[in-house]
């Protein structure tokens, strides 16, 4: 009788191991799809473009707010924790944290390595108890935010500089006029009155000038001197660079992103845009403001010279994700358009009755 061949040596055939290896290999990438998607690692907060946000700025509290206002913080956590599993709805600060979590997308995708990337930390006095409706909130809506700051009813304030932050953005003004103070670009954060469609891919950012980008040497001259005075000064001086303002390096660290893209030749399709929305007028006082970002090495992408007319109209077309001005009229304005607008409370411009803040909840940072 011939001899069996060696295994190794025997013809292969349609067996069922090497049938089964087509249909493993089906099933393994389809239980791959459906397996959880592993969320990118936090940068190291020193390398990374810091925006610190407060609760309420991110999430609608209004309801919790006049509990806490009528009933007491007792009753106030109380029902925290009875709702806890119910999410937030989002608040003012929510389509422009999402619009920076698009960037960073992008980001990743040409720089798998870097960890120049904007980092989202929120910012709350809440007790810990409490910021579990937050933790379930962020899931709720897949917000990639990894750093919490729930200080139990204490000003978070003094660690706004541990965290390296770049931005600060809160519902209470007291709280925002504590950061301006320390040196940390801050603003308070109003919802507008009706709801616009804002870009999903796109960052839009609007500053106004004097008192926000650059100080408010010029608008002294003009609450002192007049209009007048003012044209004439801003001739005399102008190339000589305004001094920089508050929210100076948070444009500055925005223009840096913008130069990542710029690099790999995409500066029409940059995911970033920024915009200088100024009551100046152009012929008159507009080149000292143009010629103080050049000094900077900085640009805005589009720059609106207003001569005084109301900024709300404009801010509708341009339909930003957040419009920053020193004075309440202008945010007021924005406001009724639909714009986010912010408020920052720096300068001349400054009154007791934008500054003082009433009476807030726990969650009001």
């Known amino acids: ?46 390398n990374a473009v810091t925006i610190a946000v407060s609760s309420r700025a991110l999430f609608r509290m209004d309801e919790e707010q006049r509990i806490y206002t009528e009933q007491g913080v007792e009753e106030y956590v109380r ?54 409706r ?23 304030i003094c660690y706004l500089k541990a965290y390296h932050t770049n931005l600060y953005l809160s519902a209470d003004a007291g709280k925002v006029r504590e950061a301006i103070d320390e040196g940390i670009a801050a603003a308070t954060i109003f919802s507008p009155s009706k709801d616009v469609v804002v870009s999903q891919t796109q960052l839009r950012v609007a500053f106004d000038g004097d008192a926000v980008l650059f ?24 190339n000589k660079p305004l001094a920089q303002g508050p929210l100076k390096g948070f444009l500055e660290a925005l223009g840096r992103l913008q130069k990542k893209f710029y690099s790999k030749g995409l500066r029409l399709e940059c995911p970033i845009r920024t915009y200088l929305v100024t009551a100046r007028s152009a012929a008159s006082s507009g080149a000292r403001a143009l ?29 930003p994700h957040i419009f920053f001005d020193d004075q309440m009229f202008h945010v007021a304005g924005a406001q009724e358009m639909g714009t986010v607008a912010a408020h920052v409370p720096y300068g001349v411009a400054q009154t007791p009755q934008q500054t003082v803040p009433p009476k807030q909840a726990p969650t009001a940072q």
């Open 215 to 238: 100080s408010d040497e010029s608008e002294r001259i003009v609450k002192a001197h007049g209009l007048d005075r003012f044209f004439e000064h801003e001739k005399a001086h102008e």
């Open 1 to 46: 009788m011939e001899p069996r061949k060696p295994r190794e040596a025997r013809e292969p055939g349609p067996g069922p191991e090497t049938a089964a290896a087509p249909r493993w290999e089906e099933a393994k990438t389809f239980y791959d799809s459906l397996a959880p998607k592993k969320k990118p690692k936090s940068p190291k907060p020193q």
């Open 291 to 319: 010629k103080t970002l050049r000094s900077w090495g900085l640009e805005t992408d589009e720059a609106l010279f207003l001569a005084g007319a109301p900024k709300g109209p404009l801010l509708e077309k341009i339909r």
């Open 134 to 156: 937050l933790i379930n909130s962020i899931n709720h809506y897949d917000l990639f935010i990894e750093r919490f700051c729930m200080t139990g009813g204490n000003s978070p």
């Open 79 to 132: 029902y925290q924790l009875e709702h806890e599993n119910e999410p937030f709805s989002p608040g003012p600060a929510f389509p422009f944290v999402k619009a920076l979590e698009a960037v960073n997308r992008r980001l990743r995708e040409l720089y798998p390595d870097s960890e120049d990337i904007f980092d989202i930390v929120l910012m709350t006095n809440n007790h810990a108890q409490v910021g579990v």
